[in-house]
């Protein structure tokens, strides 16, 4: 604890022998201005970049949503692209050396043999047969998103080999590919859901917010109701509710409207609650006052006030979206062949047996396991993000 001089004692003052610097002054001055002059979404953007977790998350997610535009590119393989001599092969290593010598990515041969004991098919690596993978080449024909016909990929198998990096199903199938097959659709249902669920959500929320009274009775007891049912049932109830003669496209546009109908009540709560206490905002009155009608007052004043909480909240919720697809196609009720999701893809791992031993079959769920964690730390970054001032 620091004590007083005694009185009458002279006063000890500290003067920099250091030379003034007035350029150190003005950018000082300068610093402060940029902050103080910054909008709000700047704000956001330098306390984003500070969350190294979310930036990450970010842009793992954008290369995701970007890779779905060219699929048939990355994938080594078309979608129904079947090689009946590897059927359920296990999926094979790529190597960079051999002998000791560097040769580049490359993958073995294969030497098929039949296990009378097991009756089934085993593969071995030929360690004598190196068959260098090739890149930026012509192999299986496909159609880019089903108009442009090409032959184009950015990899490719060896010339006289395979290349099954994630295995082969029971058709013969190259996993890898279809796996990225899958990510188109399992990611684009999550979005297309989620815009359903951003619509509801605001639509109903800000009507229960704004007006209050019975209407905010209602609209809370509705959400009660739907959020007392688990989720799962809930979703199996509404997708057994698709006619079976559907096509799938419109069974893919079914499961999305039931997902996004089902996910809208944490949004609608949230907006709801922060209406309630805006609508006393004295900018508000003076709207009203103005004339402005109540649906001008909510999409003009009212919801931009905190469009950056709606959209760290809906960012969450879309790994709900496709954990629910993935459920459903795993239960038979969501998605079904010939389209390709990762719920289609682990609908066939549902026999235990089949999965003891041919484990490679779970694969898909790793894509599913990576998209949830860096949605979560992606909307945990937005979320912190969304209030600046803190």
Partial sequence: MST????????QHYVSPEPFDPQSIERLTKAQERVYLASQFKLMWWKFKRHKVAVVSGLFLLFLYFSILICELIAPY???SRHSKYILMQPQSVHLFHEGEFVGPFVYGVDRT??????????????EEVLPIRFFCLGDEYKLWGMIKGSFHFVCAPENGVLFVFGTDRLGRDMLSRIIYGSRISLTIGLLGISISFILGIVIGGMAGYYGGVIDLVVQRIIEVLQSIPSIPLWMALAAILPPKWSP????????????LVDWTGLARAVRSKLLSLREEDYVLAAQLMGASPKRIIGRHLVPGFMSHLIATATISIPT??????????????LKAPITSWGVLLSEAQNISAVDTFPWLLLPVVPVILVILAFNFFGDGLRDAADPYK
């Fill in 114 to 127: 039949l296990d009378l004991a097991k009756l089934r098919r085993t593969y071995t690596e030929n360690t």
């Fill in 78 to 80: 078309a979608l129904d």
């Fill in 4 to 11: 007083l001089p005694p009185p009458g004692s002279e006063l």
């Fill in 249 to 260: 496209i419109l069974i893919y546009f079914g499961i999305t409207v039931i997902l996004g």
């Fill in 321 to 334: 979206m496709v954990l629910g697809e993935t459920a459903l196609s795993f239960l038979g009720l969501g």
